[in-house]
């Protein structure tokens, strides 16, 4: 009997040893790399539920800064993190240069990734832009819940307007008066001559004066310089006739006066630093995500502004819902190393910031403090709770903003009540929906290495020639002049090729 109970005895230690080690949580190492308003992520609550559910212990390496400097000497030293976290940690090029330390994500997600699976499924042509040339994922993407399809949105100072008796442009010839008299009639009544008409980022930023293209005809994609025109062919916007015209009138502004002179050079410091300049407001019209973007002294005096109709009768938005929702920061969100020893259950662990509330938290905050769930079903998105903070500010505290893994699915987002920052957006990409035409955004595609080597080389004397001429002939003029020979070295350094090479891209994930 006395050897029966040893047994026994012995059998229990064994049971619950075995129980033990099934309890020991699955730890991995990961680089998150930050905004730097972002709390560390082990102190937001739903990802601690997150790591409890799925019995996850993640070692954390944080940067917010640098990282630019840092990331080819990880790279580079062949001990990699478990995992990549973050839409800022790495671009496609990093991951396609070193190909041999990232896992194909593919059958993981199809054996582990229900939430993952579910995203793809209902978002049409999402899987493409994450798809490397062999065929396999090896970043997961991630969905912005109520996100517009348009990316930087007009303003106009209606306070102006009534000072002057002056109607709201409705073309590219009546707004250009409606700046003569911002400049010249003291619409903020102050006796000085310190209006500045028209204040807007450098050209090329999504929040510059490029949203105003569409009134010559085309606009971008966004995210690129390539478009398809109206025929249907992908073109790169730079070396159309349509942005011939454009610059042209961008010229005729700037010899007015009716432009900010530093516009093509300021940085976003110098940039938002402007608009809040003190005392009277000083400008009249000017480009942002919302109105926040305007020193909120002056916000109120601003009312959204429609695309305006062109020479030739054009009247369009630049949209791209796909990359306003999924690639604002960059497409890839998360990558796994082959350094990786529990991939599977890593999947698992990442699977749940695809559940409908893990993220909505972790893109909007977490629930009570950012989030309220009410009784009948639905989530209100609550104001700042520290007034210290502004909405945008507030979301990237609480919760990832734009950087991080998530997906809430269309059923969801319809009982999700926006508070004023989410709401502000939707009301204005409802005022430009009439406006976007979906044939003219070109998906991005990810590349061959070797094609994505020669794009890289071509673009980079593309942009330095399309650069250097623009900010010439918006100061100087002289396009109409010049304008063949600017095509003729937009050639010599390859742009046909670079077209080829999208072109092709482009159809073969089509078939």
Not at 125 to 140: C, E, F, K, M, R
Not at 190 to 214: C, K, Q, S, W
Not at 296 to 324: C, H, K, T
Not at 359 to 372: A, R, S, T, V, W
Request: charged share 25%; hydrophobic share 40%.
């Amino acid at each position: 009997m006395k050897r029966f109970f040893a047994i026994l005895l012995a059998m229990l230690l064994v049971s619950v040893s075995f129980v033990a080690l099934a309890e020991e949580p699955t730890t991995i190492s990961a680089v998150a790399v930050l905004s730097s308003h972002t709390d560390d992520l082990e102190t937001l609550p739903y990802y601690q539920e997150i790591a409890e559910a799925t019995n996850m212990n993640i070692e954390w390496e944080y940067v917010r800064t640098g990282w630019d400097e840092k990331k080819p000497l990880v790279l580079a030293s062949g001990d990699l993190p478990d995992v990549f976290f973050g839409c800022y940690a790495l671009k496609v090029s990093d991951i396609t240069q070193n190909i041999d330390y990232f896992l194909p994500l593919n059958d993981l997600i199809e054996e582990n990734c229900p939430n993952i699976k579910r995203m793809f499924e209902d978002v049409p042509g999402l899987a493409d832009l994450v798809t490397w040339p062999d065929g396999n994922i090896y970043a997961l993407p991630h969905v912005m819940p109520l996100r517009p399809s348009h990316f930087g949105a007009a303003f106009i100072n209606k306070t102006w307007l009534d000072n002057l008796n002056l109607e709201m442009p409705t073309t590219i010839d009546e707004f250009t008066d409606v700046m003569r008299h911002f400049k010249n009639d003291d619409p903020n009544g102050n006796g000085e001559a310190d209006e500045i008409p028209m204040y807007a980022y450098v050209y090329n930023n999504n929040f510059g004066f490029r949203t105003l293209m569409g009134s010559f005809g085309i606009t971008d994609s966004i995210d690129s310089d390539l478009a398809y025109d109206n025929d249907g062919n992908m073109v790169y916007v730079p070396a159309t006739e349509n942005y011939k015209n454009y610059i042209s009138w961008m010229h005729d502004l700037y010899s007015e006066g009716l432009i900010y002179s530093d516009f093509l050079t300021m940085d976003w410091s110098s940039y938002m630093g402007a608009m809040g300049l003190g005392g009277d407001c000083k400008y009249g019209f000017a480009c942002g995500w919302t109105p926040a973007h305007i020193s909120s002294e002056y916000r109120d005096q601003f009312v959204q502004m429609l695309p305006l109709i062109g020479p030739d009768g054009s009247q369009e938005w630049a949209s791209n819902y796909l990359m306003v929702a999924c690639g604002a920061s960059g497409y890839n969100v998360v990558s796994l190393t082959t350094f990786n020893e529990y991939p599977a259950e890593t999947m698992k662990w990442l699977d749940k910031f695809y559940e409908d509330e893990y993220g909505m938290q972790n893109y909007f905050g977490p629930m009570d403090l950012c989030i309220e769930k009410k009784d009948d079903g639905t989530y209100q998105l609550l104001e700042p709770a520290d007034p210290a903070y502004d909405p945008d500010s507030w979301l990237w505290k609480n919760g990832m903003g734009d950087e991080g893994p998530y997906y809430v699915s269309q059923s969801t987002q319809e009982l999700i009540l926006p508070n004023t920052w989410a709401k502000t957006k939707l009301e204005l990409d409802k005022g430009y929906q009439p406006y976007f035409n979906p044939n003219r955004a070109v998906p991005a595609v990810i590349l061959e290495p070797m094609d994505n080597d020669i794009v890289s080389e071509i673009l980079t004397d593309v942009e330095r020639i399309v650069t250097e001429r623009r900010a010439h002939w918006v100061v100087d003029g002289g396009i109409e002049d010049e304008w063949d020979e600017y095509i003729a070295s937009l050639e010599e350094v390859g742009l046909q090729e670079y077209l080829e090479i999208e072109r092709n891209a482009v159809a073969r994930v089509s078939d």
